[in-house]
């Protein structure tokens, strides 16, 4: 059984930088798509952005598309979520999720292993 670490997480202030860290261990998740999702207090969970399993391929929610970036190390078992010029509105709790397949899927129900998130501040 895989399972994931997040790391990379703090606090900053609006219109700087964070690079998250999502850790693989147990088996390998090279052949698995990578989803990253946030949730914030009293919202549901919602969809950052996901990578298919080669890299080759990502996909972003429009509230993130072109300052957020989603990269992985298949050597490393580790993918990255790189968070730039930050919204106070970015504040949640980020989750990185296996999906059962090699292409990107988008919705939290598909995806099955899930970390236990960190946590990201900005403050205006």
């Known amino acids: 059984q895989v399972q994931l670490v997040e790391s990379g997480g703090g606090a900053v202030q609006a219109g700087g930088s964070l690079r998250l860290s999502c850790a693989a261990s147990g088996r390998t998740v090279s052949s698995n798509s990578m989803g990253w999702f946030r949730q914030a207090p009293g919202k549901e969970r919602e969809f950052v952005g996901a990578?298919?399993?080669?890299?080759?391929?990502?996909s972003y929610a429009d509230s993130v598309k072109g300052r957020f970036a989603i990269s992985r190390d298949n050597a490393r078992n580790t993918v990255y979520l790189q968070m730039n010029s930050l919204k106070p509105e970015d504040t949640a709790v980020y989750y990185c999720?296996?999906?059962?397949?090699?292409?990107?899927?988008?919705?939290?129900?598909?995806?099955?292993?899930w970390g236990q998130g960190t946590q990201v501040t900005v403050s205006s």
């Open positions: 990578i298919n399993w080669s890299g080759g391929r990502t």
């Open positions: 999720a296996v999906a059962p397949r090699r292409e990107i899927l988008t919705t939290s129900g598909a995806y099955g292993v």
